[in-house]
């Protein structure tokens, strides 16, 4: 069924698909037509759905003589069809064009914070998939290693860019410096993981290094936004590292399938950092959103 009304929805806290199909007149089969994207068992917060409003009363049959109803004035689109700008992390381009054509996006609170939390998981998820690709070409001895390299460090100035446009210039530039030395420490950890026992001592020193910028980080981060907590932060850093060094291990021992299946919770884990972030800033910033 075709659909000249569609808008997008974010993903609230105790939605489920039954609960979204009866808000909006739509059915559970129809919205899981339009977003190919989702399982039909797991609804994440913030996950960003292609809705058709009443397509439940435009798919019912109507009794003969009978004119189908009328659209709501709610209903009907008031700002000109715009698609987000990108693809929500992990979702092929020609499958997010598909699922998303020509929606309307409505303007206000909502759309602005969509549009911050979804910059923000796109620079983590990007980070995440740059780095495995540094490990891979670094374990396997590729020829594409120092331009990964590159693209990996200028994951920092993506991060930063986020950040720039809430924070005065002096503070987004720290964070960059504190970015790009996190990314810095783990593409030298990888170097001196892969000589083995030779490089043990400047492995041991890499490692406690990329711990304390860790600390650094979460530090910088609370002091400049109160919604921040330091020690949670801390937490959630460590974990991340902790995860990449085990996704370390497993490329360098060629264990392929251990890897996939951690880079899943690789990503995972960087989306919940990404969401963490986000709301900081929106509740620091509650007039801008």
Request: proline share 7%; with cysteine; aromatic share 8%.
């Amino acid at each position: 069924m075709s659909c000249a009304n569609k808008i997008l929805y974010a993903v609230q806290k105790g939605d489920s698909l039954y609960k979204i199909a009866r808000r909006y007149q739509t059915t559970v089969s129809q919205i899981l037509s339009d977003n190919p994207h989702i399982s039909p068992n797991v609804l994440y917060l913030g996950d960003v759905l292609t809705l058709c409003p009443n397509s439940a009363q435009q798919s019912a049959p109507s009794k003969k003589g009978e004119a189908p109803p009328a659209k709501s004035p709610s209903s009907i689109p008031t700002q000109p069809a715009k698609p987000p700008k990108a693809p929500l992390p992990g979702m092929p381009e020609a499958q997010f064009a598909a699922a998303h054509a020509s929606p309307t996006i409505h303007s206000g609170p909502l759309a602005v914070q969509l549009q911050l939390n979804n910059d923000m998981r796109k620079a983590w998820a990007q980070q995440t998939m740059w780095m495995r690709s540094l490990l891979t070409s670094i374990a396997e001895n590729l020829e594409d290693k120092e331009e990964v390299s590159k693209r990996v460090l200028r994951g920092a100035g993506h991060m930063t860019r986020i950040f720039s446009q809430y924070y005065p210039t002096e503070n987004a530039e720290k964070l960059k410096e504190l970015f790009t030395r996190h990314l810095q420490i783990g593409m030298d950890f990888v170097e001196a993981y892969k000589t083995g026992a030779a490089g043990q001592t400047a492995l041991d020193s890499l490692n406690a290094g990329w711990y304390q910028n860790a600390d650094e980080l979460a530090a910088f981060l609370a002091s400049l936004n109160p919604n921040y907590d330091k020690e949670a932060l801390t937490r959630m850093l460590y974990q991340h590292l902790d995860l990449i060094k085990q996704e370390i291990g497993f490329l360098m021992a060629r264990k392929y399938a251990a890897d996939i299946a951690l880079y899943d919770a690789i990503e995972a884990d960087g989306l919940s950092i990404a969401d963490e972030l986000t709301q900081g800033i929106i509740k620091q910033f509650p007039n801008q959103f």
